[in-house]
């Protein structure tokens, strides 16, 4: 009969095995190309906004386009608020229900139709991951899951998860406003410099802007919003984890609670785009360290319980 430790080793190991199967690696390339196809959407809602901007700019010293820049400056504004706003939120909702997938299956936990809603269709599935062009290797040891028995090897993961994307919202949402800032000053130094009246600064400058101001602001709220929601979830599972520990009847509130916490990642998860890779990459390696210290304080508390 198996002991206690060898129980929890071979869940540890069914775990870690689960996150590279075939059927896990097959979500893991349709979740990887339905966010790419998100993020090319809002990188060219993003670029547009940002080309109208700059011809908004030219307009302060080429006046003879300056009514064709405005109006297309307004629509832009229009079509992005009617339009591409729910296009972008649908792709966004598709890669999130997706991730969805891979982490219930992964972490064993019950399907909540009432939050996610139906599943994505096997069809789909497969069409999006075909998509995928990168390598294989690339998505194998999806999250870092720590020498713990169930449920605490899943809310070790949740950790990861609520941490280190609130952190990299945190940065990506930073960044946003410094330039949607930069570029509304930018407005009001090039009036007073150039001397045009206010009315023509409005007109020929931030008419332009306003769908880039617009998609800037929207973009700084949600991932505030979105990092501040997992930041508040992530301490209080800390502090559940503590308050469990030692104590023999924990695990199914422990579970539960792994349900919880999986609620809220997806609900964050929908709410806007994935930050772009370059957020993530640069400081990758300074951020693992810092989160590994996190799981190896979770694994020594766990342990000498």
Same mark, same amino acid.
């Given at each position: 009969?198996?002991?206690?430790?060898?129980?929890?080793?071979?869940?540890?190991?069914?775990?870690?095995?689960?996150?590279?199967?075939?059927?896990? /690696?097959?979500?893991?390339?349709?979740?990887?190309?339905?966010?790419?196809? *998100?993020?090319?959407?809002?990188? /060219?809602?993003?670029?547009?906004? *940002?080309?109208?901007?700059?011809?908004? /700019?030219?307009?302060? =010293? !080429?006046?003879?386009?300056?009514?064709?820049? =405005? $109006?297309?400056?307004?629509?832009?504004?229009?079509?992005?608020?009617?339009? /591409?706003?729910?296009?972008?939120?649908?792709?966004?909702?598709?890669?999130?229900?997706?991730?969805?997938?891979? &982490?219930? @299956?992964?972490?064993?936990?019950? +399907?909540?139709?009432?939050?996610?809603?139906?599943?994505?269709?096997?069809?789909?599935?497969?069409?999006?991951?075909?998509?995928?062009?990168?390598?294989? &290797?690339?998505?194998?040891?999806?999250?870092?899951?720590?020498?713990?028995?169930?449920?605490? &090897?899943?809310?070790?993961?949740? %950790?990861?998860?609520?941490? +280190?994307?609130?952190?990299?919202?945190?940065?990506?949402?930073?960044?946003?406003?410094?330039?949607?800032?930069?570029?509304?000053?930018?407005?009001?130094?090039?009036?007073?410099?150039?001397?045009?009246?206010?009315?023509?600064?409005?007109?020929?400058?931030?008419?332009?802007?306003?769908? @880039?101001?617009?998609?800037?602001?929207?973009?700084?709220? *949600?991932?505030?919003?979105?990092?501040?929601?997992?930041?508040?979830?992530?301490? $209080? !599972?800390?502090? %559940?984890?503590?308050?469990?520990?030692?104590?023999?009847?924990?695990?199914?509130?422990?579970?539960?609670?792994?349900?919880? !916490?999986?609620? $809220?990642?997806?609900?964050?998860?929908? =709410?806007?785009?994935?930050?772009?890779?370059?957020?993530?990459?640069?400081?990758?390696?300074?951020?693992?360290?810092?989160?590994?210290?996190?799981?190896?304080?979770?694994?020594?508390?766990?342990?000498?319980?």
């Amino acid at each position: 009969m198996p002991t206690e430790e060898g129980r929890a080793s071979k869940a540890e190991s069914d775990l870690r095995e689960q996150q590279n199967s075939p059927e896990s /690696l097959l979500l893991l390339r349709a979740i990887t190309a339905s966010h790419l196809r *998100a993020q090319r959407l809002e990188g /060219l809602r993003l670029s547009t906004s *940002a080309l109208i901007a700059v011809l908004g /700019l030219v307009t302060t =010293t !080429v006046t003879s386009i300056a009514t064709a820049v =405005t $109006v297309i400056g307004g629509l832009w504004a229009l079509l992005h608020a009617v339009g /591409l706003s729910a296009w972008a939120q649908r792709e966004v909702q598709r890669a999130a229900l997706l991730q969805e997938m891979f &982490d219930v @299956a992964l972490f064993r936990l019950p +399907w909540n139709l009432v939050v996610a809603g139906p599943r994505v269709n096997p069809d789909e599935i497969s069409k999006l991951a075909r998509l995928y062009r990168g390598s294989e &290797d690339l998505l194998r040891g999806y999250y870092e899951i720590p020498e713990l028995p169930g449920p605490y &090897d899943v809310l070790a993961c949740q %950790q990861q998860n609520l941490g +280190w994307g609130a952190r990299i919202r945190q940065r990506y949402s930073f960044a946003i406003l410094i330039v949607v800032a930069t570029w509304a000053a930018a407005g009001v130094m090039l009036g007073s410099l150039l001397e045009i009246t206010v009315a023509d600064i409005v007109l020929q400058f931030y008419v332009p802007s306003l769908g @880039a101001l617009m998609m800037g602001l929207d973009t700084y709220r *949600a991932q505030q919003l979105t990092a501040k929601t997992r930041s508040q979830a992530l301490i $209080v !599972v800390r502090e %559940q984890i503590v308050a469990a520990l030692g104590r023999p009847d924990s695990e199914p509130e422990l579970s539960r609670l792994a349900r919880e !916490v999986q609620n $809220v990642i997806f609900q964050t998860r929908v =709410t806007c785009t994935r930050v772009p890779n370059i957020f993530f990459d640069r400081y990758r390696d300074r951020d693992r360290v810092d989160f590994q210290a996190s799981m190896q304080e979770l694994s020594r508390m766990v342990n000498a319980h």
